[in-house]
T-cell receptor, first 114, second 111 residues
Framework: EPEVTQTPSHQVTQMGQEVILRCVPI?????FYWYRQILGQKVEFLVS????????KSEIFDDQFSVERPDGSNFTLKIRSTKLEDSAMYFC????????????FGSGTRLTVV | SQQGEEDPQALSIQEGENATMNCSYK?????LQWYRQNSGRGLVHLIL?????REKHSGRLRVTLDTSKKSSSLLITASRAADTASYFC???????????FGGGTRLMVKP
C-alpha cells in the first residue's frame, strides 16, 4: 500500500537553528499538508499546498515557516530559527482528487529543540 | 467545547466488548473523519463520512453522523487488544483544505 515517507524520524536541534523536515507524499496525490502535535495536545493544522502554492495556512504558520516542493517528489517544511515551543511531532499528509477525502499521513518527525 | 471534541477522553474495556467513542463539533462540515494513532506513531485514516450520510460501516467499525446535533460516534465491535490506541475525529469544512482534530479518546483493550 502506498505510504507517505518522512525523514528524519527524530531531529534534535539547538534553539535558533534552521531545520528542514522532509516528506515524500504518495506519487499521484495532489494536495499536501503539514500538521503538528505538541506532546499531549491536539493535532494542529499548519499549511496546505496545492498546484505549487500554499492554499491555506494557520496562525501557527508564521514567517519562520516555509514549505517547498523542490522537485516532483519531495515536500519540505523549513523552520528558519527554531524556538523551544516548536518542539513537537510534525506530520506530513497527502491526498488525491478522489471523492474519498481521507488523508494519508506519514509516521512523523519528532522535533526536539534544546 | 472546541471543534471536534471526543468523549470520553479515556476508555478501558475487556477484549470482546464493544467500544463507543463520541465526537462533537461546532461549525458546518463537509465531512468527518476518524483516525487512529498508536503511541508515538502516525495517524491512520479509518473512515470518512460525508455530511449527507448518516451511517457508514467498515469491517468492525461503524460510524454515525447526526448533523442536527453536530455529533458523530465511532463504534468498534468485538474489540481486540490490538485496538488499543488513541482515536481522533477530524472535521473537514470543504474539499482539499484543513482538518480540525479533536483531543482524542485513549482506548485501552485489556486481553
Amino acid at each position: 500500500e502506498p505510504e507517505v515517507t518522512q525523514t528524519p524520524s527524530h531531529q534534535v536541534t539547538q534553539m535558533g537553528q534552521e531545520v528542514i523536515l522532509r516528506c515524500v507524499p504518495i506519487s499521484n496525490h495532489l494536495y499536501f499538508y503539514w500538521y503538528r502535535q505538541i506532546l499531549g495536545q491536539k493535532v494542529e493544522f499548519l499549511v496546505s499546498f496545492y498546484n505549487n502554492e500554499i492554499s491555506e495556512k494557520s496562525e501557527i504558520f508564521d514567517d519562520q515557516f516555509s514549505v517547498e516542493r523542490p522537485d516532483g517528489s519531495n515536500f519540505t517544511l523549513k523552520i528558519r530559527s527554531t524556538k523551544l515551543e516548536d518542539s513537537a511531532m510534525y506530520f506530513c499528509a497527502s491526498r488525491g482528487l478522489a471523492n474519498n477525502y481521507g488523508y494519508t499521513f506519514g509516521s512523523g518527525t519528532r522535533l526536539t529543540v534544546v | 467545547s472546541q471543534q471536534g471534541e471526543e468523549d470520553p477522553q479515556a476508555l478501558s474495556i475487556q477484549e470482546g466488548e464493544n467500544a463507543t467513542m463520541n465526537c462533537s463539533y461546532k461549525t458546518s462540515i463537509n465531512n468527518l473523519q476518524w483516525y487512529r494513532q498508536n503511541s508515538g506513531r502516525g495517524l491512520v485514516h479509518l473512515i470518512l463520512i460525508r455530511s449527507n450520510e448518516r451511517e457508514k460501516h467498515s469491517g468492525r467499525l461503524r460510524v454515525t453522523l447526526d448533523t442536527s446535533k453536530k455529533s458523530s460516534s465511532l463504534l468498534i465491535t468485538a474489540s481486540r487488544a490490538a485496538d488499543t490506541a488513541s482515536y481522533f475525529c477530524a472535521t473537514g469544512s470543504n474539499a482539499g483544505n484543513m482538518l480540525t482534530f479533536g483531543g482524542g479518546t485513549r482506548l485501552m483493550v485489556k486481553p
